[in-house]
Structure formats: C-alpha cells, structure tokens
C-alpha cells in the first residue's frame, strides 16, 4: 500500500538485523535500527542517508502501532494472498519460491514479511481510512473548481468486450482465440464512460490500442481482460461529468495526507534516542 514502505524494505531490515548486533545508530521506542541497516537501505533503495533513517524509523512506528493495535493475521488469509499472488504474476508457488531462493531470500522469511504487509494494510484501514469523512457533492464541486486543469478532458465513451475466467490460462486462451468458445470464460459487451472507470483501468484501456486485448487483470477470484473495440465520441464537460473522477482523485489526496498526519503524530509521541550516525 502506498502509506507503507515496500517489502523489499522489510527484507532488507531482516537480512540486516541477522548480520549486525552492536552497531546500534538509533533506538525507537526500544526497538533498534542498525547502521548497517541504514547503509542497506539507502544502497538498495536509491535514498540518501536521512531519507533511510527516516525510512527506518517509520518501519519501527508503525510496527510499534500494530503491536498495540493487537491486529493477527490467521495463516489462511496469507496462504491465500501468496497464491493470489502467484496467479496475477502466471506462477505456481513452487515457482516463487524458486525464484525468491535465486535472490538470496528464503520462504519463511518472504511469509513473515508479507504477514506484516497484510497487518499494516488491515491496521491502515480501519484505524486511519476511518477517519476519512465522505465529502459532499459541494465540496467535490470546490474541489474540482480548484483543480480543474486535472479534470479538463470530457469523459470518453468506450465499447468493450470484457473477458471474464477462473484462471490465468484459460483467459490466455481466449485472447489467442477470440473467436472460439474456451470453457469457463465468458464475454460480455460494454459501453462504459471514462468517467465511471478507475483511474488504473482508464489507464490501462487508453494505452491499448483500438483492437487489442489489455493485459489481464486478477480480480482475486478470477482473471479478466478487456478486448477495446473503439474509443469514440466524447460527452459533456464540467462538475457532473467527471464527478466519479473528482469523488476518486479526492479520496487519493486525503488517504495520502491522513496516513502522512498519522505517521507525524507517532513521531512526535515517540521516544526516539540517535545514538551514532
């Protein structure tokens, strides 16, 4: 999630924590960040050294609010996020676990890590997400007056073919053959307003060409794929027409600034002791 540093990161932190023991630069709340975890993330990750720390230490925050917050993940839900995982990328777990022993990673350790993903993930929406009040339409409208240069484009009607399958392979074969009948995948005609699709989807329907098929998408119970037959004629502008677009890029905005609010507050409640740098 975009309010959390990436699992590369957590690895890293682990694959550090096991190398070095004295070396104690920061302590947060009692919980330590080594220098030479500093220097990992900072080689692996492009930062400069306070963008590391500062890194570092809203990773030991925010476990220290899951700690509190008594949030568990039952191995059920990570063992059906792995093989979620596994599906959107075309690969049998086997294959991920090949792949993450070829980077130097072992399976547990890839397990723990994507445990405290789905914690911070779970913890991000029901103790910030909820502090969130839905706008109104007036203030959507004060909104899009403010940005408007973001909103300029009319909504597009589109027609589409969605195709919808239980598996990766399947939706394959549909694409390679549009016009045969594949077991399991069904079609279905639709004329959708750029206006009501996510900005993801309008993204990816406006960078495949005009009679082609969009990468497949995995919805978490199947794939699907979209088969673009035209982008054509344009509705009218202004507030109402791209009101869903308004309503979406507003939430986007206050998501960023509540988890940035949340994170500033830990910080500034929070015991941290800078021992060397």
């Known amino acids: ?5 990436p699992l590369l990161l957590f690895v890293l932190i682990s694959s ?6 004295d070396a104690i630069a920061i302590d947060v709340e009692g919980e330590a960040i080594t220098t030479l975890e500093i220097q990992a993330v900072q080689e692996k990750m492009g930062m400069s050294k306070q963008a590391a720390v500062e890194a570092l230490i809203k ?8 700690r509190k917050a ?3 993940i039952d191995p059920s839900e990570v063992q059906a996020k792995v093989q979620a995982i596994a599906q959107s990328k075309g690969m049998t777990q086997e294959q991920m676990k090949n792949i993450l022993a070829q980077k130097g990673l072992t399976w547990d350790l890839y397990l723990k890590q994507l445990r405290i993903e789905m914690k911070k993930e ?9 502090t969130i009040t839905p706008p109104s ?16 484009a009319a909504p597009i009607q ?7 399958a239980p598996t990766a392979q399947s939706l394959k074969e549909a694409m390679e053959n549009p016009m045969q009948p594949v077991e399991g995948v069904k079609k279905k005609n639709i004329l959708a307003s750029s206006a009501e699709m996510s900005p993801a989807l309008l993204n990816l329907i406006n960078t495949t060409p005009t009679g082609s098929f969009t990468k497949p998408i995995n919805t978490g119970k199947g794939f699907i794929a979209y088969f673009v037959k035209s982008k054509g004629s344009q509705g009218e502008g202004g507030f109402q027409a791209v009101k869903q677009q308004v309503a979406m ?11 940035q609010d949340f994170f500033n507050k830990l910080k500034s409640n929070a015991n941290i002791r800078v021992i060397r740098l």
């Not at 999630?1 to 540093?5: A, H, S």
């Not at 550090?16 to 023991?21: D, E, R, Y």
């Open 158 to 164: 589109m027609s589409l073919v969605a195709y919808a």
């Open 70 to 72: 008594h949030i568990e």
């Open 16 to 21: 550090a924590n096991a190398q070095v023991l």
């Open 137 to 152: 339409d007036a203030e959507l409208e004060t909104y899009y007056n403010m940005h408007k240069d973001k909103f300029s």
């Open 249 to 259: 890029m507003w939430m986007q905005e206050q998501r960023g600034q509540a988890g």
């Open 122 to 130: 779970r913890f991000f929406k029901e103790h910030i997400l909820a």
């Open 59 to 66: 990773d030991r925050l925010e476990k220290s609010a899951l």
């Open 1 to 5: 999630m975009k309010n959390f540093l």
